[in-house]
């Protein structure tokens, strides 16, 4: 969900500015986190914005610094190599404890089985959420309340 700072900047020509080129070092990604909540005590949701160069390490330092992390696997196939490559960090940094995937009938559940090599049935953390087929946003058709319970639970270990 873009603010409107970062659609002024992409109205003004400035969309470069909005993308990191580079891995940033780790204290120049947490200045771009909202870590702190706001004045109601809600977290914020921090994008980050990545181009090629950038995405797979500044995704390696997200999962160092997350407490959970959710995994949106509606609808994945191997064509995916992206989240592919997600999983496989996860699992060579050890985080796969703090995942919380999303899974629906057009998940290749046996392709996830392989990546992970069935560490989900030992991992203590890892939960799947079975949510209807895909629809345009994650809630349209989802109870929040199961969710953000799992959540919780993963965070909170």
């Not at 947490?30 to 994008?47: K, M, N, Q, T, Y």
């Not at 959540?151 to 270990?157: H, I, N, T």
């Amino acid at each position: 969900m873009a603010d409107l700072h970062d659609i002024a900047t992409w109205y003004a020509g400035n969309a470069h500015d909005l993308f990191l080129p580079e891995v940033p070092s780790v204290e120049a990604l947490s200045g771009v986190l909202e870590l702190a909540p706001d004045r109601e005590g809600r977290f914020r949701i921090s994008e980050v914005f990545c181009i090629d160069t950038s995405w797979e390490g500044t995704v390696s330092q997200l999962i160092d610094v997350s407490h959970v992390i959710l995994l949106d696997l509606r609808g994945f196939s191997g064509q995916r190599a992206g989240v592919r490559t997600e999983i496989g960090l996860l699992l060579r940094q050890r985080a796969i404890h703090k995942v919380v995937a999303l899974v629906d009938p057009d998940t290749d559940r046996a392709l996830v089985d392989t990546l992970l090599d069935d560490k989900p049935r030992t991992a203590p953390g890892w939960a799947l959420r079975e949510v209807p087929r895909y629809s345009r946003w994650p809630w349209h058709d989802v109870r929040p309340e199961p969710l953000f319970e799992d959540l919780l639970a993963v965070a909170g270990r």
